[in-house]
């Protein structure tokens, strides 16, 4: 069973996630579709993606795959893996990606959407980015992500509460583009994309490429990532990491100790 859908409407292609028994967790299998279907885009005369989940969702997605993260003592988000994969070729489509959010988003799925270039979601849409809840060390890469899309202090509340904010409160902070109606949302994103479609290829390209490369332009001294990379790996060498991957497989919640 394919784990996502693929169409392409004029100059739009759809990309739809379509695990629900497992809430589109970002499995390995999963992000490899997801990245087929936009190198097959690339292919096509494609101008812009729109990512979405079937209609009516309550879960967009439910965030990395938490059954394929290495138990402890491994980096759980190195440069290759599938979820910075997937990162990167949203980042680097030559095209607009447009997140269509119905639901939660969760974990990474929050790094997921907020790699596409616009998002519209509908009102009852939430998002929740939680390392915190599973002793994750995030990355990064991963930060500046977040960092380029969220206020410093929503950020650290939602890194560090690991609770949910509403679309009403993401739209507030433009991290959102807009919230519509499930009835309408669709048509909605249709009509924006068939925007983009008029406009020139060429020029929206590498305007987003120059956006890209601009909002990743941090200039960090090897020292600097050294000490962050060292001080990642006590966190995902810990007890913690290892108490909020078994409490998420045994279904409880995690008790942290801090050590
Ligand atoms: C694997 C899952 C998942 C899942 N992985 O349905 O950002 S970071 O650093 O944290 C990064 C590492 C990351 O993204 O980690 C994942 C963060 N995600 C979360 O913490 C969300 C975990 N999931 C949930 O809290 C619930 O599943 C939600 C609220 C999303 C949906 O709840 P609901 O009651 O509708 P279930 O929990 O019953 O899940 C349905 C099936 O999907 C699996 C889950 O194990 C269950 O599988 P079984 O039917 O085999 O029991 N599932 C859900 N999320 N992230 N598998």
Aim: with cysteine.
């Amino acid at each position: 069973m394919s784990l996502v859908l693929t169409e392409k409407r004029d100059t739009t292609g759809i990309i739809t996630l379509n695990n629900i028994a497992k809430r589109n967790a970002l499995s390995e299998a999963l992000i490899s579709e997801i990245t087929a279907a936009l190198n097959g885009f690339r292919a096509l005369n494609i101008r812009a993606v729109v990512l979405r989940a079937p209609p009516g969702v309550k879960v967009w997605s439910a965030g990395h795959d938490i059954s394929e993260l290495p138990d402890r003592g491994r980096d759980p988000l190195g440069f290759n893996d599938p979820l910075r994969i997937l990162i990167r070729a949203i980042q680097e489509f030559p095209a607009p990606v447009i997140a269509l959010i119905e639901g939660g988003v969760w974990g990474g799925g929050c790094e997921v959407a907020m790699a596409c270039d616009m998002l519209v979601a509908t009102p009852e849409a939430t998002f929740a980015i939680t390392p915190a809840k599973l002793g994750i060390p995030y990355n990064l890469g991963g930060v500046l992500t977040l960092l380029n899309m969220i206020p410093l202090p929503v950020a650290k509340e939602m890194l560090f509460t690991a609770q949910p904010i509403p679309a009403e409160q993401a739209l507030n902070l433009g991290i959102i583009n807009y919230i519509q109606p499930a009835a309408q949302i669709e048509a909605f994103v249709l009509a924006m994309t068939a925007r983009i479609s008029a406009n020139s290829p060429l020029s929206i390209a590498v305007m987003k490429e120059e956006l890209r490369l601009l909002s990743s332009a941090h200039a960090i001294s090897p020292e600097l990532f050294e000490r962050m990379q060292g001080a990642r790996r006590i966190v995902y060498d810990s007890d913690d990491y290892q108490e909020g991957l078994d409490a998420f497989r045994a279904k409880r919640q995690p008790q942290f100790s801090g050590k």
